[in-house]
Structure formats: structure tokens, C-alpha cells
């Protein structure tokens, strides 16, 4: 059973860069995609992007500018990095693994790490 | 981006009711979504995939059917363990989005 548990800092002060690493245990990195979605509480889901095992990576136009995402396959983690952050980046961060059987879905997520934006 | 929209944005239910949610949306994308619940402080759980296929391992009592842009996922009977707020997500295009969910309550 594949498992992923996001780390990183819950308070992130404006204008400063969010980080997150996730861990995923029971199964590789080294195949699949692998995402960041958050959520913002109250509202709903966005995805932010993928990255490939080769580093390859994928993000969404309306965060593209400010986001990395990177991959560490000696440690089995994936890391998200999202820079000049706002109030409006508080939200709930879930990384997650993107399947595929002819069609793609996010099959196991981690339960997120909430990250607040305040000085 | 692809808009997705569900209805309704809660309802409530009692152990053993049907229960339909609703997911639009707002251009084609064939068989292309995806559904999921979500109970407070967990994690996303996929349940449906390819509009109708089950996932692995979820109950028989789930159920999808549609395809273009209307989408619906049906829980033939209602169980505890079903309370929870449920998503739809779409797969046809980058970047998926997913809709605002449909929380489920006693």
C-alpha cells in the first residue's frame, strides 16, 4: 500500500517561499507522476503540477511563475517550493500520485499539511 | 480551464437512502472524470474513475454514469462510514480541475 505524508512549515511569513517534501513509503518514486494539489479551506481543489521520476515537470498556468517542483529518488520524496507567497496561498497541501489505466486519477493522496500565510 | 460544477453543494441523508450527486461540466470531456470523498483532516480517497469504473478495493454500493458534461455518482444505500464531502475531477485536459464538492450529512 502505497503511503505519502507531507512535511514541512506550518507558518510561512508574505513574500517568503513555501516548502514542502513529501515522503512516499510503499512503492517507489521512480515511476508514475507525482502532484501537489492544495485546497483552500472552504473552497475546492487545484491542482498545482506533476513531476516524472526523470524530472520532468508540469504546472499550472496560474501558478507556473512561482512554483518547483523537484524529485529526490534516493529518498523516495518529491519536494514543492512556492515562492512570493500572499495570504491568498493559505490552504490545505496534499501531494498525491497520479495512476493510469487508459485514464489518469490521483489514486493515493497524503492528508496534507496545512501552511498559513501571516507575518 | 475546464469549469466543473456540482449539486448540490450539501444535502442531507439518513443511513440506507440513495443518494445522487451531480457533476457538470462546462465543455466535453467524454469519459474523463473522476470522483472522490474526503472526511475532515483525511485524506482524498478515489472511489470512481472513467466516469463508471470502480476503483479498487471501494464498495459495490458507489456507482458513476455520464459522459460529455454531466456526470453523476450514486450511493445505493447510505452507510456511516459515507458521510464525508465528495469531489468530481476531470481528466480530459491540462490542467485538471476539480468541482467545489457536495458535502454529505446526516
Known amino acids: 500500500q502505497v503511503q505519502l505524508q507531507e512535511s514541512g512549515p506550518g507558518l510561512v511569513k508574505p513574500s517568503e517561499t513555501l516548502s514542502l517534501t513529501c515522503t512516499v513509503s510503499g512503492g517507489s518514486v521512480n515511476s508514475q507522476y507525482w502532484t501537489w494539489i492544495r485546497q483552500v479551506p472552504g473552497k475546492g481543489l487545484e491542482w498545482i503540477g506533476n513531476i516524472y521520476y526523470s524530472g520532468s515537470t508540469y504546472y499550472n498556468p496560474s501558478l507556473k511563475s512561482r512554483v518547483t517542483i523537484s524529485i529526490d529518488t534516493s529518498n523516495n520524496q518529491f519536494s514543492l517550493k512556492l515562492s512570493s507567497v500572499t495570504a491568498a496561498d493559505t490552504a490545505v497541501y496534499h501531494c498525491a500520485r497520479r495512476g493510469y489505466s487508459g485514464y489518469y486519477f490521483f489514486d493515493y493522496w497524503g492528508q496534507g499539511a496545512l501552511v498559513t500565510v501571516s507575518s | 480551464d475546464i469549469q466543473m460544477t456540482q449539486s448540490p453543494s450539501s444535502l442531507s441523508a439518513s443511513i440506507g437512502d440513495r443518494v445522487t450527486i451531480t457533476c457538470r461540466a462546462s465543455q466535453s470531456i467524454s469519459s474523463y472524470l473522476n470522483w472522490y470523498h474526503q472526511k475532515p483532516g483525511k485524506a482524498p480517497k478515489l472511489l470512481i474513475y472513467?466516469?463508471?469504473r470502480l476503483q479498487s478495493g471501494v464498495p459495490s454500493r458507489f456507482s458513476g454514469s455520464g459522459s460529455g458534461t454531466e456526470f453523476t455518482l450514486t450511493i445505493s444505500s447510505l452507510q456511516v462510514d459515507d458521510f464525508a464531502t465528495y469531489f468530481c475531477?476531470?481528466?480530459?485536459?491540462?490542467?485538471?480541475?476539480f468541482g467545489q464538492g457536495t458535502k454529505v450529512e446526516i
Open positions: 475531477q476531470q481528466s480530459f485536459t491540462s490542467p485538471p480541475t
Open positions: 472513467a466516469a463508471s
